[in-house]
């Protein structure tokens, strides 16, 4: 008889039998309020009807589609109605099957197409934990520790981070940005960088949005030097932050965006996008794989690129994501505990912290299982696991956002009293 490994880590204890729109339902029938979307994936809700179809209809039809072997027409009808949603002129596709190994991807790209080696990543930055992605996470111990060493190349700058600062976010990003241009004269001369790699909102890192300001400092550090700006999609992209990309709330364009999770509403699909001009600098067959570009993976991206159009999702996330943000700034405002509530549309957080602003991990964790005895399953994040987070599917209703703060209230008044 075989066991599953101790290795895995799982946040919470159900044993999921089914899943309906924002509702996961467990082997004994019970319902639970499913705000973690398996990670910010299932954005059009779970087992979407034009998804499902979508995708039986690809299953009975061509499953394995070998994109390195023989072209198929879902993958080629997905790069038609991308081109729709991409930034002008990200106009070159490659796929791939997670968020992880487009990263990586995009690490091969960058050095391709620049000839410089280092990548600059930013303080608490999550993309992924395969060893070239992982050597530009910095999101938490269990990422890192005991596993090196890992790529080397990757330099790490802060990220704006004026809560756990304690100043006003302007300062914040004055800091960040001297201290990047510091390391591009010390660490990390410009002339060896290739890449600058940014979460439009600092995901596994504790839900930290990027300030506009911040992004548009790298744009132009990114032009100035010579340095390709790589944004890190595979959290904020889809709608999740209430504009179809997360870079899309500053003035800042990506040369490489990175997109996974949302693309195909929980089949495996990643790609990465850039101008044709510069995936012409990667060398052919550099980058690839078994199972990269599925066909029933492509034909569910297409139904989920219809059905985010068709429902308003993007309008939805930002509506419900305010929302819900108020409403976890009255629950705060109960409780002294919860030190800080941000986020950006639906990637909504709160940081549990002591008296002196201290991390409190004990009372997340504790705030976290009550939510999930109540039938609310969240996640949490940060460096010290002390960030309560929401990420419901964007198709979630007014009423379930509201059902959703009253079960956190009683959850919060649980766990800190
Ligand atoms: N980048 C970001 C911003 C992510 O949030 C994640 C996953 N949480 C990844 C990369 C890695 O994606 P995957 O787990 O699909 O490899």
Request: overall charge negative; proline content about 6%; glycine content about 12%.
């Amino acid at each position: 008889m075989a066991t599953l490994s101790p290795l895995l880590k799982q946040a919470t204890p159900v044993l999921a039998e089914r899943g309906e729109g924002v509702y996961l339902y467990d082997t004994e029938g019970r319902r639970h309020l499913d705000f973690t979307a398996g990670i910010g994936v299932t954005n059009t809700g779970h087992c979407h009807p034009r998804v499902v179809e979508a995708a039986r209809a690809q299953v009975g039809t061509l499953i394995h589609g070998q994109y390195t072997t023989v072209m198929h027409e879902p993958l080629l009808r997905l790069v038609d109605a991308l081109g729709d949603v991409l930034p002008d002129g990200l106009d070159s596709l490659f796929f791939l099957n997670s968020g992880s190994e487009a990263v990586e991807a995009s690490i091969r790209l960058a050095r391709h197409a620049t000839g410089r080696q280092n990548i600059v990543v930013f303080h608490g930055s999550f993309h992924g934990r395969t060893m070239g992605a992982a050597a530009l996470t910095t999101a938490g111990t269990k990422f890192r520790a005991g596993i090196g060493p890992l790529m080397p190349g990757a330099a790490i700058a802060p990220f704006p981070q004026a809560y756990r600062y304690g100043w006003d976010e302007a300062e914040a990003v004055r800091f960040a940005l001297r201290e990047l241009d510091y390391l591009l004269v010390t660490a990390s001369p410009a002339s060896d960088t290739a890449a600058f790699v940014v979460e439009p909102v600092l995901g596994e890192g504790g839900y930290i949005p990027a300030p506009p300001a911040f992004l548009e400092g790298l744009r132009e550090r990114a032009d100035r030097h010579g340095i390709l700006l790589i944004m890190d999609e595979v959290q904020t992209g889809f709608g999740r932050t209430g504009r179809f990309w997360g870079h899309q709330h500053a003035d800042a364009k990506p040369d490489v965006l990175i997109t996974a999770k949302g693309l195909a509403s929980g089949f495996p699909l990643s790609a990465i996008a850039a101008p044709t001009a510069l995936m012409e600098k990667a060398r052919p067959g550099s980058q690839g794989g078994t199972y990269g570009g599925n066909a029933v993976a492509c034909a569910a991206a297409l139904a989920t690129l219809q059905v985010i159009a068709e429902e308003g999702l993007v309008d939805n996330a930002a509506r419900q994501g305010a929302r819900l943000n108020d409403g976890l700034r009255k629950v705060a405002a109960d409780h002294p505990e919860i030190g800080d509530v941000r986020g950006l549309g639906l990637m909504q957080a709160s940081e549990f912290t002591g008296p002196d602003g201290e991390p409190d991990a004990a009372a997340a964790q504790r705030a976290h299982k009550a939510a999930a005895d109540h039938g609310l399953l969240l996640l949490t994040c940060g460096a010290y696991g002390n960030v309560v987070r929401m990420i419901p599917p964007l198709i979630v209703t007014e009423a379930q956002v509201d059902d959703a703060l009253a079960l956190w209230s009683r959850a919060v008044a649980d766990a800190v009293g």
